[in-house]
């Protein structure tokens, strides 16, 4: 069977992750697959085993000038800003007659690979294959909402929800972005397929503090709804109680804003660009690990922290409830509720006996959510499609 993953850009990102990882798991089960994109740089994943095919944009000489010039500057955008980066490339397409429409640029491209399977991985790619005539249109659907809005704005999330009415067979990444498919196209195929944690990485790698304070660790990104705002407030409220030292994976810049309009009284450490080694080391040697987005497709950094041996604190995102069970494995309370979450922090750093709970069913959970069986759930809804 030959497979084409279909891709807008191959940059680092947790749905491209998911794409390389299970393209891996089904070269390794036999299957001839290949991934499709308009542009990126795959490099930052270790061990891909499939070939990665990029379509050149048909450019002048002056219009690819002006278009390595906006790579550069989505690159700052991303960093430094809170504005959406596609909103740029429009006005930069518009003042500059450059011609750059991803949907019918990976539509022309899909007609020129002989696959049995074509599968998009997100909503824009999703109207490239249909309009592409695929023969067996599939949609691997990671998005929700809240992303495809802080990306696109209003006339992206209605192109969203028209994605989920299409005619495809879908995975998707958790019974909340199940509902999502179903709310708007009751009689569509779905099948889950949970992303999983490299266990070989990310694993309790304990190491000796030098200091008192109780360590914990967050991940600040940006976006409205990941609400790092909250994460701060918390960190605020608990170090009055309690001396901690953040160790905040992030952006230097976007810290320094925070810093600026939030606020930050507690010491910490900000880590940048790490690499999965790196990062499970980080949650290792966290007593703690908050989350506090209030929408996930999924969510998975709750569930590698659980693989390291990490409490975790965190909010109902809605994806993460597939592996997040409030005081089984973390302590969860509602978007936003900065008392509850504080409260809860609180609770994970002083009480030993909550933690080595949370700590020994986090770790069970963990076992169950492997890359692996993410990759057995996606091939069967493949051989389903093919009956």
Known sequence: MRISFVLPGTYTAGGVRYVFEVANGLKDKGYDVN????????????????????????????????????????????????????????????????????????????????SDIVIATYYLTAFSVWFSQSKRPFYLMQDFPELVENNEGKIGLNMFKLSLKLPFSFVTVSSYTKQLILDNNPTARVTIANPGVNLEVFRPKRELQNDNKRRV?????????????????????????????????????????????????????????????????????????????YAEGFGLPPLEAMACGTPVVMSDNKGSMDYAVNGYNALVSQPGDVKSLSDNLIKVLQDDKLREKLIENGLETAKRFTWSSTVNNFEKALREELL
């Open 35 to 114: 991934i499709l994109s308009l542009t990126g740089d795959h490099s930052w994943f270790n061990g891909l085993k499939v070939k990665v095919i990029y379509k050149q944009l048909k450019l002048n000489k002056i219009s690819l000038v002006l278009y390595y010039i906006y790579k550069l500057y989505k690159y700052i955008y991303y960093r430094n800003s809170k504005g959406r980066p596609y909103d740029a490339l429009i006005a930069f397409s518009s003042l500059l007659d450059i011609k750059y429409d991803i949907i019918t640029e990976l539509a022309d491209f899909i007609q020129n690979f002989d």
């Open 217 to 293: 660790m967050l991940i600040l990104r940006g976006p409205k709804y990941k609400s790092d705002n909250i994460g701060l407030e918390v960190l605020k409220i608990v170090n009055k109680k309690i001396p901690i030292h953040a160790l905040i994976v992030g952006s230097k810049n976007l810290v320094k804003r925070y810093s600026k309009t939030i606020g930050i009284d507690f010491s910490y450490t900000v880590f940048s660009n790490v690499d999965d080694e790196k990062l499970s080391r980080l949650y290792s040697s966290a007593d703690a690990f908050i989350f506090t987005s």
